[in-house]
């Protein structure tokens, strides 16, 4: 089989469709027009994961100067969604 390189600016797409038996097909499509590209890619598709939890509301405080304001690596898991303006 002859390899080809060639160099050609273009917009590449991806299209992931989740197959789970991506390791026995091995196939795919590349559609090459007009400076675009689009891929059909298959993806592994994995299992469930579980339910995420609500998101945290935002809590903004207010400083009164920047150094009330604390380093971002002085904060624990437990600021999370917290905010200083």
Excluded: C
């Excluded at 196939?27 to 598709?45: C, F, P, T």
């Excluded at 604390?70 to 200083?84: F, R």
Aim: zero cysteines.
């Amino acid at each position: 089989m002859a390899e080809f390189n060639f160099t050609l600016p273009m917009t590449l797409k991806l299209r992931l469709h989740d197959e789970w038996n991506i390791r026995t097909t091995g196939r795919g499509l590349a559609e090459i027009e007009g400076g675009e590209m689009d891929v059909d890619v298959l993806a592994y598709k994995g299992d469930p994961g579980d339910a995420g939890r609500d998101g945290t509301p935002v809590q903004i405080h207010r400083a009164q100067i920047p150094a009330d304001i604390p380093a971002i690596g002085s904060l624990s898991p437990e600021w999370i969604g917290h905010g200083w303006r």
